[in-house]
Nanobody, 126 residues
């Protein structure tokens, strides 16, 4: 069974840092592009960052440029989202997803993603 599992969310103060992880079972993450999305209550899922099969990062949101980075550790079958200088508006449930392709497409609809994790809550609050 193919599964994506996010972990590492939590409570952090404004200006702080946090790293969330996306692990997989049932398939090899290194073969695909992996994207991070986030969602707040009452709104749709917003694309954050994507990393291609070859390790190229693509930002889906201008609001995270210079603050968030994405990386992968193929030996651990894991993709990471490193978040720095966190702001109140970064509070959301963070999801990882894949459309089982090798490249990142910022304009792709969330409907085109085949697999999603259940999400991990990130709360930025003082």
């Amino acid at each position: 069974e193919v599964q994506l599992v996010e972990s590492g969310g939590g409570l952090v103060q404004p200006g702080g840092s946090l790293r969330v992880s996306c692990g997989a079972s049932g398939f090899t993450l290194s073969s695909y592009a992996i994207s991070w999305f986030r969602q707040v209550p009452g709104k749709g899922r917003e694309g954050v960052l994507c990393i291609s099969k070859h390790g190229d990062a693509t930002a889906f949101s201008d609001s995270v440029k210079g603050r968030f980075t994405i990386s992968r550790d193929n030996s651990k079958n894991t993709v990471y989202l490193q978040m720095s200088n966190l702001k109140l508006e970064d509070t959301a449930v963070y999801y990882c997803a894949t459309d089982l392709g090798p490249f990142c497409f910022p304009q792709a609809s969330t409907d085109e993603y085949d697999y999603w994790g259940r999400g991990t809550q990130v709360t930025v609050s003082s």
